[in-house]
């Protein structure tokens, strides 16, 4: 399993082989098998098959082509929709409008993913994560009919891989790791942890090709702008309004 870990790669490309039921339960089954707070399963997974449904979602991922060459897409959403109407049908009041029991349920989503994620790759599958998922929520929304209760937090691509990647680029243990409490970081040690990166080939080639001077500048000026953040941030919390987790 370690192993299987450390060898992690992102896929983007697959086979035009589809991924049987049998295996497909499989993995799902040892998804469900993660942490959840109190046991509660805040969490739903729509998966996406049909061509008519990839096409529909892949503008909400920027169009990117993994959405429609995968057999499989899944939407990881947090949902108390299901553990409120159960609460409801028990004679018991619940109280999860709010931001806290979003984050709660988000959090159980992102487990599970990653719980599928490690089973599938241990069946010889390849996945990518598609952090685009709450840029355009309220669009996955009215595709997936999604109740409100249920917002999609984050999504996998998942086939049989089709290409054979270099592995990304990970920062050193020391440099994320803290003993006991979290000691911040001198300059010095900010610029030893991010030196390897800054200085792979391929981060090289991103930062030319991007006619920027450091690397951190394609982040700030190119991939993650402030005011991106700023637009997708207030349209998310509108979705959350809209979706029932921002009552006070």
Excluded at 43 to 62: D, M, N, V
Excluded at 91 to 109: C, K, L
């Amino acid at each position: 399993m370690i192993e299987q870990l450390l060898a992690h790669k992102t896929i983007r490309k697959y086979k035009n082989t589809s991924v049987g039921a049998a295996t497909l339960d499989k993995i799902l089954e040892a998804g469900c098998r993660a942490s959840t707070t109190g046991n509660m399963q805040l969490y739903s997974i729509i998966i996406t098959r049909e061509e008519a449904g990839k096409t529909a979602l892949a503008p909400c991922h920027f169009n990117q082509p993994m959405v429609l060459n995968a057999p499989l897409v899944l939407t990881f959403c947090a949902d108390f929709n299901r553990f409120n109407k159960w609460c409801k049908l028990s004679n018991a009041e619940p109280g999860y409008d709010n931001f806290v029991s979003f984050v709660t349920a988000a959090i159980d989503a992102l487990l599970v993913a990653q719980n599928v994620t490690v089973a599938a790759e241990s069946e010889g599958l390849g996945v990518c994560y598609l952090g685009t998922t709450t840029y355009l929520a309220a669009r996955i929304i009215d595709i997936l009919k999604l109740p409100r209760g249920v917002v999609p937090v984050t999504t996998l691509t998942i086939g049989w891989p089709d290409e054979n990647p270099d592995q990304i680029d990970r920062l050193p243990i020391d440099a994320i790791v803290h003993q006991e409490v979290y000691k911040d970081y001198s300059d010095d040690q900010i610029i030893s942890a991010y030196l390897e990166k800054e200085n792979r080939p391929d981060n090289r080639k991103f930062v030319a090709d991007n006619n920027k001077e450091t690397l951190a500048q394609v982040f700030t000026d190119i991939r993650y702008t402030k005011s991106d953040n700023i637009t997708f941030s207030n349209m998310l919390l509108t979705v959350l309004k809209e979706q029932g987790f921002m009552n006070q």
